[in-house]
């Protein structure tokens, strides 16, 4: 398996509203990252999780709350988003040994659009 | 600041045209750069990676240190070629981890 799998696939939620977006990979990677994109710009980082760890929180409100249950999976949770927050969440994750190339595996993304 | 600069959104050529989309960086370290690639849709992968010095679809790239530039070549496009491209940087985090930087990315028309 050689997939970054995410669900839900597109997403609608109210700016009251608690969801959550998932992640899951079975590459045996210890790395995994949310990233969010806007039309026509690139993926900005968010978060990542080495080791099931947080190691990197972009300076990311505190409205989209991170979860790393375990190796394999990666949650991101959302609660009281703005509209501006819609956007493509990208799940990636990646071997995370920081040499000869840490390739990044992304997930097709979730949809969100926050009304 | 580590920045990854591509300086050309849209690039139109011609089938079998030759082809470079142009990447410079600044980082202050030893860069580990990539270059990938998203088709119509389809996910973000990866095209190539200059440590592995390979051609993926014809592409190359070559790190340049001297001028800070990794821009991505291919001698003849061809229209499957068409996508949207996107060079990156891989960085350390300050409280550990690694993270990849992108550009702001090339749309890369091949008109037949």
């Known amino acids: 398996d050689t997939e970054v799998t995410q669900t839900p696939k597109h997403l609608v939620m109210g700016m009251t509203n608690k969801k959550s977006l998932k992640c899951e990979q079975h590459m045996g990677h210890r790395a995994m990252y949310w990233y969010k994109q806007k039309a026509k710009k690139p993926p900005e980082l968010m978060f990542v999780y080495s080791y099931e760890k947080l190691s990197i929180n972009e300076s990311v409100p505190s409205r989209f709350s991170p979860e790393c249950p375990n190796s394999s999976l990666l949650n991101l949770h959302l609660h009281a988003l703005q509209p501006e927050d819609s956007a493509l969440y990208l799940c990636a994750s990646s071997q995370d040994r920081g040499t000869a190339g840490n390739t990044i595996y992304f997930g097709e993304g979730s949809w969100l659009t926050v009304v | 600041a580590q920045r990854v600069t591509q300086p050309e959104k849209l690039l139109s050529v011609f089938k079998g045209a030759p082809v470079e989309l142009k990447c410079n960086y600044s980082y202050s370290g030893s860069p580990e750069l990539f270059w990938y690639v998203q088709y119509s849709r389809q996910r973000l992968q990866l095209l190539l990676r200059?440590?592995s010095r390979e051609s993926i679809k014809g592409f190359t790239a070559d790190l340049n240190k001297g001028e800070t530039s990794f821009h991505l070549k291919k001698p003849f496009a061809q229209e499957e070629d068409s996508a949207m491209y996107y060079c990156?940087?891989?960085?350390?985090?300050?409280?550990?981890?690694?993270?990849?930087?992108f550009g702001a990315g090339t749309r890369l028309f091949v008109k037949a």
């Open positions: 200059h440590i």
């Open positions: 990156a940087l891989l960085q350390g985090g300050d409280t550990g981890g690694f993270k990849t930087i």
